[in-house]
């Protein structure tokens, strides 16, 4: 039967060629917007390397200090994360990262801008970087602070061109680094990994750094396992709950270990200095947002719909005539709906992929490697077999509705 | 005419409510992007009430100690006299570098990525405003429009209060009408209860002061005095060098350079105001445009989807105008009559919306966009969707207007 349907579907709406197209470029549009839209956020937060273990990585990525008359937010400092991060009970390794500064080299007269981000080196074994030449520093060289660097792809292009650039010097914010290892470039929405430049965190001009409660630094916990999750908060919070301020002005401190997510989403809805965060309310709003965005393409739909089943009140009535039950005749129509709104999905994922290739050249996101994978294209059929089902539905029903002796004739109501 | 067609949509009412909900669900699309749209076009317009070209800023990262960054810090603290002798030595090589016609401190400085807010209590009514700490220098390095009183200067430096400046939208704020000049800024207490720790005494207004750039939007500031050369105030952190005009990028890496030889184990950031800005727009207008292009293309699905369905209800009905040309109705009355009846569908759902909106004062958006802007918004959508629906009407209504009579009695 669903074959007889479907042979019957793809006639009904070659019968029908604007019709068909109007429907199809609306399905088309809506979905290329919303599998961008996946693909973006896949880009984000989805474990792509270097995050491989994403799903049992939490951060501490701000501290939120209030005093009577001034509240401010700001990274951790490396105090904070040195003293009160390392050891907590269920964390395989604490790596300590600065956020990434830009830094300008000259190059043969040129000037060029990079990232420059310090780390330590146990930063290279919570994140799994592709190594496209040499490796990372050791703790060794982080100990002694050797002046050496890590650089991505891009970067080793901008200063060496196609020449491999392990042992070379490069010079940056007046410091020169001996290269160590060249990596793949990472997209700068993959906050956590990104930069043009690593260098161990020792090499900083100055020693200001070890002392701040607050400065410019992202603590990254492996946990052993997401179950430890709460454990790890709680016991972080009682023990900054003992830090000794030796200032009068700041009264409390909030700093809490977050996922990535969990972080977005306190940056967007402004949920900083809260000890909970809320990263479900993120979702809810992005779920929401979506289904907004689909409410004015769905009730186009309907009404094309609705405008297409009238046309064929005749076929109907006599289908009815015949004996074809309302719910045959419902399933009939649903079937055929479904099926364009899968061909638009197809439709859109190949519009999709070109969409997402043209703001990969724009260079709008520095290394985006925006793609569509499986879980997209999963995700965007799915949302294809949904769209067409709601779309269908309404029509359907007011089809099914229609009566056999008025709909031979015409039923115009 | 009108009661003839209104009674034509009566019949089909069922088909016809989903489109009135089409074109009302894309009338409060069009209006929030032109909500969204006014409110970035109004922003480009204003004034930011300072002058970012030829300025770079210098951001400084001392070789500090924990305290000194701790704190917001006032015009006494005593900072570490080794530092400051370095500071000093910093601040006369900026100046005396050729192309740099003056130096001044802010910070955060505009379009800077930190944000300072003060919290005080005033009147028994809580206050948030932001504001940054500057020096006497940086009026002229910004051009600051002052419209009252003045800028800081030597004068007040035996004051025992901390002198401010503040923009006109906070003067307005906290004191309406009066003249905010020589006025106290913040409450006796703070709003955790305790006495005030300072007291900030207006010296100037400016005309306006906008931090975030064109794109954002307008906020109650105020300045609070600091010293450049204090190495424990927050001025010191952020320099704002007015260079003369052409001055190019590899000044920028030798004044860098040159700063650096002074303080070996300082770090220096020089980036010009320009740069920051337009990498500040470029941000803040991605998400406008991308959304722009989504509803651009939405009401474009609208307008195809529209005229199928009128296209489809013409074709559905050709007996009916068939009938009416036989009875002597021009083509121009039925391509009328077919316009007219899209056209009122679309006003009484559009209606619907207008009543809607000018119900819900949205989020304050009345506030800030002002009334007749408001208005003005609302009815500039309205037109336009009803130009979309006349204008995805037109095409069907040519077809309606060739059916030959013959033919289409024939048809039936």
């Known amino acids: 039967v669903l074959r007889r349907y479907l042979t019957l579907a793809l006639k009904v709406l070659a019968r029908r060629k604007v019709f068909t197209a109007i429907s199809l470029i609306g399905i088309c549009f809506t979905l290329v917007v919303l599998t961008v839209a996946a693909a973006l956020l896949d880009h984000v937060f989805a474990p792509h390397p270097p995050e491989v273990r994403l799903d049992r990585t939490l951060a501490i990525f701000s501290v939120e200090m209030s005093g009577p008359t001034y509240r401010s937010m700001s990274p951790a400092g490396y105090r904070l994360l040195d003293q009160y991060a390392r050891g907590l009970p269920g964390v395989e390794r604490l790596a300590i990262c600065s956020l990434p500064g830009t830094v300008n080299s000259w190059v043969d007269g040129r000037k060029v801008e990079s990232y420059l981000r310090r780390t330590d080196a146990d930063f290279w074994r919570v994140l799994s970087f592709d190594f496209l030449e040499g490796g990372p520093f050791a703790d060794g060289e982080v100990e002694r602070a050797s002046m050496v660097a890590v650089i991505n792809e891009s970067t080793r292009r901008r200063f060496f061109g196609e020449a491999p650039a392990v042992g070379r010097a490069i010079e940056a914010d007046g410091q020169r680094f001996t290269v160590v ?21 020792t090499t900083a001009k100055s020693d200001g750094w070890r002392r701040g409660l607050r400065g410019h630094f992202w603590g990254l916990l492996l946990a052993r396992d997401r179950a430890d999750f709460p454990a790890i908060r709680a016991e972080f919070a009682s023990r900054i709950a003992r830090v000794d301020f030796q200032d009068e002005a700041v009264e409390t401190l909030v700093a809490v270990p977050d996922t990535l997510f969990a972080h977005v989403s306190r940056l967007f809805l402004f949920q900083r200095g809260e000890g909970e965060s809320h990263p479900e309310r993120l979702a809810a709003l992005l779920a929401g947002l979506g289904f907004l965005f689909m409410v004015l393409p769905a009730v186009n739909l309907v009404n094309l719909n609705m405008s297409r089943i009238l046309e064929r009140a005749p076929e109907i009535g006599v289908r009815k005539a015949f004996g074809a039950s309302s719910w045959t005749l419902v399933g009939q129509f649903l079937v055929e709906n479904v099926v364009l709104a899968v061909l638009g999905g197809l439709l859109a994922f190949v519009a999709a992929h070109f969409v997402l290739g043209a703001i990969d050249q724009t260079g709008l996101i520095p290394y985006s490697d925006l793609r569509l994978n499986p879980r997209v294209f999963l995700g965007g059929l799915a949302l294809a077999v949904v769209f067409g089902v709601v779309s269908g539905v309404y029509p359907a029903w007011r089809m099914s509705r229609l009566h056999p002796v008025e709909a031979l004739k015409g039923g115009t109501r | 005419v009108i009661r003839h067609a209104l009674r034509l949509i009566w ?22 992007v032109a909500t969204l749209g006014v409110f970035y076009a109004d922003g480009y317009r204003r004034p930011l009430g300072y002058e970012w070209e030829n300025v770079w800023s210098v951001d400084v990262e001392q070789n500090a100690t924990e305290r000194s960054s701790e704190r917001p810090a006032g015009p006494t603290d005593a900072g570490d006299a080794e530092a400051a002798e370095t500071l000093r030595q910093v601040l006369l090589a900026a100046r005396s570098f050729p192309g740099v016609v003056r130096v001044a401190a802010a910070f955060p400085g505009p379009w800077s990525d930190a944000q300072m807010v003060r919290q005080d209590e005033r009147g028994g009514r809580r206050l948030d405003y932001r504001v940054a700490t500057a020096d006497d220098g940086l009026a002229d390095v910004l051009g600051l429009r002052l419209t009252a009183g003045r800028w800081f200067s030597a004068e007040d430096d035996g004051a025992t209060w901390t002198p401010v400046v503040v923009n006109e939208r906070l003067a307005q704020e906290v004191f309406g009408g009066e003249d905010p000049l020589g006025q106290r800024l913040n409450g006796e207490r703070e709003p955790d209860g305790q006495p005030a720790r300072e007291e900030l005494r207006v010296v100037g207004v400016v005309d306006e002061y906008r931090p975030d750039g064109e794109y954002g939007a307008s906020v109650s500031f105020a300045f609070t005095r600091g010293h450049a050369d204090n190495p424990a105030s927050n001025a010191a952190r952020s320099l704002l060098v007015r260079v003369a005009p052409g001055t190019g990028a590899q000044t920028q890496e030798k004044l860098a350079a040159r700063l650096q030889a002074v303080a070996r184990d300082w770090s220096f950031r020089v980036t010009p105001l320009a740069e920051v800005r337009a990498s500040a727009n470029r941000l803040r207008l991605a998400p406008v445009v991308a959304v ?69 004062p949205l989020l304050g958006i009345v506030d800030w966009l002002g009334a007749r802007v408001y208005l003005a918004d609302l009815f500039v959508s309205a037109a336009a969707i009803l130009g979309l629906a006349l204008l995805s009407g037109l095409y069907p209504s040519f077809i309606a207007a060739r059916i030959s009579p013959v033919e289409a009695l024939r048809y039936e």
């Open chain 2, 292 to 360: 722009g292009l989504v509803a651009a293309s939405l009401m474009l699905m609208v307008a195809l989807g529209l005229s199928g369905v009128v296209w489809q209800s013409v074709t559905r009905r050709r007996s009916e105008i068939g009938l009416r040309r036989a009875q002597g109705a021009t083509a121009g009355q039925i391509q009328a009559q077919v316009l007219l009846e899209i056209g009122l569908l679309s006003s009484v759902a559009l209606a619907v919306g207008i009543a809607l909106l000018v119900q819900v």
């Open chain 2, 11 to 32: 019949n089909r009412k069922r088909a016809n409510l989903m489109l009135m909900v089409e074109i009302l669900v894309s009338f409060l699309v069009l209006f929030a």
């Open chain 1, 181 to 201: 290892g060249v990596v793949r470039d990472v997209p700068i929405l993959r906050i956590v990994p990104f930069s043009d430049i690593w260098v161990p965190l």
